[in-house]
C-alpha cells in the first residue's frame, strides 16, 4: 500500500476531526499531495492541496477558512485538519499523490494529475 488514509469517523455538526495519510518514500518526496472527497452519488471533489516543499497551500472555496493542510516530509505524511464541520462535509476523503516530481503548475486542483490515491476515509457529519 503506497497512501494509507485514517482518521475518520462521525462527528456532529461544529466538531472538528483530523485526517492523515501515510505514504512511501518513493510518492512522497518532492511531491505535491492532496486530499478529495467523495459524498455518495456525487463526483469526487478537490478539497485541499499542498506543494511538495510544504511552502504553498490551496483549498477549496467550501472549505477554506474551516480546513488545513499541512505535511510532515521527515514522516512521509499529509494531513488534513478539518474544524467546523457541516453535513455537508460528509464523504469518503482520499489523499492523493501528484504524478510529477516538483510539479509548480496550476493544475493541483485537477484529480487527473493525481497518479497514487489512498483507500480513502469515511467522515460522517451529523446534523
Known amino acids: 500500500v503506497q497512501l494509507q488514509a485514517s482518521g475518520g469517523g462521525l462527528v456532529q455538526a461544529g466538531g472538528s476531526l483530523g485526517l492523515s495519510c501515510v505514504a512511501s518514500?518513493?510518492?512522497?518526496?518532492?511531491?505535491?499531495m492532496g486530499w478529495f472527497r467523495q459524498a455518495p452519488g456525487k463526483e469526487r471533489e478537490f478539497v485541499a492541496a499542498?506543494?511538495?516543499?510544504?511552502?504553498?497551500?490551496y483549498y477549496a472555496d467550501s472549505v477554506k477558512g474551516r480546513f488545513t493542510i499541512s505535511r510532515d516530509n521527515a514522516k512521509n505524511t499529509v494531513y488534513l485538519q478539518m474544524n467546523g464541520l457541516k453535513p455537508e462535509d460528509t464523504a469518503v476523503y482520499y489523499c492523493?499523490?501528484?504524478?510529477?516530481?516538483?510539479?509548480?503548475?496550476?493544475?493541483?486542483?485537477?484529480?487527473?494529475?493525481?497518479?497514487?490515491w489512498g483507500q480513502g476515509t469515511l467522515v460522517t457529519v451529523s446534523s
Open positions: 492523493a499523490a501528484d504524478r510529477e516530481r516538483y510539479y509548480s503548475g496550476s493544475y493541483y486542483y485537477d484529480p487527473r494529475r493525481y497518479a497514487h
Open positions: 518514500a518513493r510518492i512522497f518526496n518532492g511531491y505535491n
Open positions: 499542498i506543494s511538495w516543499s510544504g511552502g504553498s497551500r
